[in-house]
């Protein structure tokens, strides 16, 4: 069993990236998924999450321009960001239960800077 994040990258202030979390193997279950994010110097936080039966929460900071959403025929999660900001830079980490197990995906680097 693997957790794949994808799809970071260098985006101007204002832009948009979409990141994907991809689960791979013998996966009978797929539960809760969230996307973490991790500044250099600060904690990781919890960005965005979302449950088995959809229900979604996100972290103040992100709200009304990040939205999470998960493609279950894929067994994939993808984090939309829109209006992004400087403060955004950050290693993005995708974590989920899988099997009842929690696994943690490769992080992904999102750099905004003009």
């Known amino acids: 069993v693997q957790l794949q994040a994808s799809g970071g990258g260098l985006v101007q202030p204002g832009g948009s990236l979409r990141l994907s979390c991809a689960a791979s193997?013998?996966?009978?279950?797929?539960?809760?998924v969230g996307w973490y994010r991790q500044a250099p110097g600060k904690q990781r936080e919890l960005v965005a999450a979302?449950?088995?039966?959809?229900?979604?929460n996100y972290a103040d900071s992100v709200k009304g321009r990040f939205t999470i959403s998960r493609d279950s025929a894929k067994n994939t999660v993808v984090l939309q960001m829109n209006s992004l900001k400087p403060e955004d830079t950050a290693v993005y980490y995708c974590n989920a239960d899988l099997n009842y197990r929690y696994y943690w995906g490769q992080g992904t680097q999102v750099t905004v800077s003009s």
């Open positions: 193997g013998r996966i009978f279950s797929i539960n809760a």
């Open positions: 979302i449950t088995s039966g959809g229900s979604t």
